[in-house]
C-alpha cells in the first residue's frame, strides 16, 4: 500500500522552527516530484513549496520563501520542509503530495498528476 505520512508538526512560538517530514512508504519517492501544501479550514489547499523529482529545481510562494527550505533525502525516502522564523499566520495544517511534475499557477506551485496524499501536520504558531 502506497501512502505518505507527515511528522514534525506542532506549536511552536513566533520566530521558531519546525522541520516537516513527509515519509513514503510502498514506492519510491525518487521517482516523484514532491509539494508541501497548507490548508486552513473552509479554504483551498495552497502550494507553499516544491520540488522537482530530477533535478532538483524548487519552488517556494512569496509567503514562505526566504524562511522555508525544502529537501529530499532518496536514501530515506522522504522529504523534508525546514521552517524557520515562523509567524502566526504559517499557523495550517501542513500536507505534502507526490505526483509526476510541478508547475506553478497564481503564485503557489501545483503538483500534477497526485500520485499519494499525507494525512496532514498540523503546525501552530503561537505565543
Known amino acids: 500500500q502506497s501512502q505518505l505520512v507527515e511528522s514534525g508538526g506542532g506549536l511552536v512560538q513566533p520566530g521558531g522552527s519546525l522541520r516537516l517530514s513527509c515519509a513514503a512508504s510502498?514506492?519510491?519517492?525518487?521517482?516523484?516530484?514532491i509539494g508541501w501544501f497548507r490548508q486552513a479550514p473552509g479554504k483551498e489547499r495552497e502550494g507553499v513549496s516544491c520540488?522537482?523529482?530530477?533535478?532538483?529545481?524548487?519552488y517556494y510562494a512569496d509567503s514562505v520563501a526566504g524562511r522555508f527550505t525544502i529537501s529530499r533525502d532518496n536514501a530515506k525516502n522522504t522529504v523534508y520542509l525546514q521552517m524557520n522564523r515562523l509567524k502566526p499566520e504559517d499557523t495550517f495544517v501542513y500536507y505534502c503530495?507526490?505526483?509526476?511534475?510541478?508547475?506553478?499557477?497564481?503564485?503557489?506551485?501545483?503538483?500534477?498528476?497526485?500520485?499519494?496524499w499525507g494525512q496532514g501536520s498540523l503546525v501552530t504558531v503561537s505565543s
Open positions: 503530495a507526490a505526483g509526476a511534475e510541478w508547475t506553478t499557477a497564481q503564485g503557489m506551485c501545483v503538483i500534477n498528476a497526485v500520485y499519494a
Open positions: 510502498g514506492f519510491s519517492l525518487d521517482n516523484y516530484a
Open positions: 520540488i522537482s523529482k530530477s533535478d532538483g529545481r524548487t
